[in-house]
């Protein structure tokens, strides 16, 4: 087994989810697709309150910012003009919602949606999260040791809560020291990285950033966080120079920490 040795400088292992903890097809072949059959009456159910109000406009806001992008669907104002015009600002959302989806957009505006429609599925038990087999015990393993252990996704710390609280391996959330989202910053920005050290109360060379993406490596390590690229089935392909410069893992059971020798 290839065996990559954290260095002993880090305390903190911040970990990624899509490609990273949990398969990417969990992701996209069963969280996405419940979106996009259920925002329509999500919405029309839920319009009136104040959580879906505050989404909207978060919403309508990202739409304005992308208002230059190719295929950027705007979001009109709710006027009170009747049914009609309801039915045409929801459909609005739904086509906004949908679009961002179909580029796979971070927004936290998209993510704040996904979060709040993910919580009735995830409580009523009709969605459990999956993960590869490696991770629990890892982790399980790592805070024996003294590490700390952050989260670190697109994904809303809302639906991150649900994800890890509802799993195929009971609820876990206990495993986690705190979660991030991208109101910390985008994953592909070095003053995240900087910023979430801040936050835990460390310095970033005492972090080590496991993703599947390497712009988000990349970005990490530009803020002196060490970082290793993990490579699980159905996760997008490295190139050659990528494979050659990033520390690669296929298994959390491949970090070694030396203070767990
Ligand atoms: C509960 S997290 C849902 C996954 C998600 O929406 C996402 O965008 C995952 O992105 P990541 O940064 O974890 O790769
Ligand atoms: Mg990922």
């Known amino acids: 087994m290839v065996v990559l040795s954290v260095p002993a400088e880090v305390t903190v292992i911040l970990l990624d989810i899509e490609g990273t903890t949990t398969p990417i097809a969990f992701v996209k072949d069963i969280l996405f697709p419940y979106i996009k059959e259920n925002v329509k009456e999500y919405l029309q159910t839920h319009w009136e309150e104040e959580e879906c109000q505050e989404d909207v406009s978060l919403l309508r806001k990202q739409a304005e ?3 230059h992008l190719d295929g950027a669907v705007p979001i009109p104002a709710a006027s009170e003009n009747g049914a009609d015009d309801l039915q045409r600002v929801i459909q609005a959302v739904v086509d906004n919602v949908c679009w961002q989806m179909s580029l796979d957009r971070k927004t936290t505006a998209l993510k704040q949606l ?3 429609m993910w919580r009735a599925a ?6 459990k999260a999956e993960f590869f087999e490696d991770v629990v015990p890892a982790v399980r393993k790592w805070r024996e040791a003294g590490m700390k252990v952050y989260i670190y996704s697109s994904g809303s710390v809302e639906a991150q809560k649900l994800l890890f609280g509802h799993s195929t ?5 206990e495993l986690f020291d705190g979660h991030f989202d991208t109101k910390i910053g985008h994953k592909v920005e070095s003053e995240s990285y900087r910023k979430i050290a801040n936050s835990i ?4 060379n005492n972090i080590l950033f ?3 993406v390497t712009l988000e490596a990349s970005a990490a390590e530009e803020a002196d966080v060490h970082v290793a690229v993990v490579v699980r089935p159905g996760n997008a392909g490295l190139t050659d120079d990528e494979k050659t410069y990033y520390s690669l893992i296929t298994s959390f059971s491949e970090l070694y920490l030396p203070s767990s020798a």
């Not at 109360?201 to 970033?204: A, I, L, Q």
């Open 65 to 67: 910012e992308d208002s």
């Open 114 to 116: 996904q979060g709040h």
């Open 122 to 127: 995830f409580t009523a038990g009709r969605v």
């Open 169 to 173: 391996e009971g609820d876990i959330l």
């Open 201 to 204: 109360g460390c310095s970033t």
């Open 210 to 212: 496991l993703t599947d």
